[in-house]
């Protein structure tokens, strides 16, 4: 085997998704189309194998060596994928890499002009060049005026641009047909892979995002977070560069509700291939609500009772509801006091019975609490039991009932 080839874009250094240093960044390589470990070096000539994976510096750089054709996988410190390039191709080409120095050019046309000149183009020859300005799409390489070619990514793919940046060194290979760039990095391949961020735009729950580079495809696994530009009133959809809108879900596969998305709030989502899942659900504010009251299992009320608050608040599917009311007057007495949920925030048929606590002042001047059973009546009512095992005692006003409930709604 004949001497290594330097890998560029590490010796240049990589960036994450914000074009900050990919410090402490993780490479690994393999053989093509496997995971089977593919050996690099830290010298040309080959004599000190490189740790794999390959941690790069705080200016997310290594001075890494390889021959041959390598599948590459980018993680950052924490071990999130960045992307996976495939097929790379660290070869010599006989031993000669012809330097064309500095390009020439300019708008995504570069141009070398190496000395001696090459007469004719063939398949094979290769060509390192120092970018005199950064392409920002389709992008071409003319050398020794022999006529313009396209340089293409490892998958034959036009270049959509910032893979070549201005002052950086790069390594093109003529296949015949077109120049393959080895050593830079498609923004479009980490954009369809990695976190991208951006204020949603859309109303009515229907939220959309507008990446630029355009991401051309939904592709399982990508990751979007974005600042919601509003409150959710309903079930919740995401829309990436006009792709189509696919419906956001919980971490329990169910359609979220409203409030679940507010305003302001960075939402962190992942495609599995039909669906985006929410990541981190938090709970909403406090939301006041104004429920009914009821008596059951023989018990009636006398007027309205004063209700000093009641409200909610939400995690994804998951409800809390905190109320208080003061003179609770109890006409006949009798077994239970019966409380609406918020509107749209059904009980989940799972809940179980009991799904929270009840603190009652057992009647006026009374300086005791008792506590008392709340449980799931109907998937719209709770009930606040007896306290203290005994009845609600008939022509009794009770001074101070609060209550704290949790409990998952249905989707």
């Known amino acids: 085997m004949g001497q290594a080839v330097q890998i560029e874009s590490l010796w240049n250094g990589l960036t994450d998704s914000s074009g900050n240093a990919l410090a402490s960044g ?54 999130n994928n960045l992307t996976t390039i495939s097929s790379a191709v660290y070869l010599l080409n006989n031993g000669v890499v012809t330097w064309g120095g500095t390009s020439g050019g300019s708008s995504s046309n570069y141009t070398i002009s190496p000395t001696p000149a090459l007469n004719a183009y063939a398949a094979g020859n290769e060509f390192a060049f120092e970018a005199n300005h950064t392409n920002s799409g389709a992008t071409t390489l003319n050398v020794s005026s022999l006529g313009t070619k396209a340089i293409q990514d490892a998958n034959g793919n036009a270049l959509v641009g910032n893979e070549i940046v201005s002052g950086s060194v790069y390594k093109v290979i003529y296949d015949g047909t077109a120049f393959i760039l080895i050593n830079g990095v498609s923004p479009l391949t980490i954009q369809n892979s990695y976190t991208n961020y951006k204020a949603s735009g859309g109303s009515s729950s229907a939220y959309t995002l507008d990446l630029d580079p355009d991401v051309t495809a939904y592709v399982a696994g990508q990751r979007f977070t974005f600042n919601a530009n509003h409150t959710s009133d309903g079930t919740c959809t995401l829309n990436v560069n006009g792709l189509g809108a696919k419906t956001i879900q919980d971490a329990g596969a169910k359609n979220l509700i409203a409030n679940c998305i507010e305003s302001g709030q960075i939402v962190d989502v992942i495609y599995d291939g039909t669906v985006f899942r929410i990541l981190m659900e938090r709970f909403s504010e406090w939301i006041d609500y104004t429920p009914t009251y009821s008596g059951g299992n023989g018990l009636s009320l006398t007027g309205t009772p004063v209700a000093d608050f009641s409200r909610y608040k939400i995690q994804g599917k998951n409800v809390h509801i905190e109320g208080h009311i003061s003179d609770l ?4 007495g009798g077994g239970t006091l019966l409380i609406t949920s918020p509107t749209g925030l059904n009980m989940d048929s799972q809940t179980l019975s009991t799904i929270g606590t009840c603190i009652v002042a057992q009647a006026s001047g009374d300086a005791n609490r008792y506590s008392a059973k709340v449980y799931r009546s109907t998937s ?31 989707g």
């Open 380 to 410: 719209t009512t709770f009930g606040l039991e007896r306290p203290n095992e005994a009845d609600w005692v008939g022509s009794t006003t009770y001074p101070d009932v609060s209550w704290n409930i949790r409990y998952r709604t249905t």
């Open 329 to 332: 007057v109890i006409n006949s």
């Open 26 to 79: 993780k490479v690994y390589t393999y053989e093509p189309g496997t995971t089977t470990n593919k050996t690099t070096w830290t010298d040309q000539a080959k004599a000190t194998p490189a740790a794999n994976p390959i941690i790069l510096d705080a200016a997310g750089k290594a001075e890494i060596w390889a021959d041959g054709v390598y599948d590459l996988k980018i993680d950052d410190a924490d071990d």
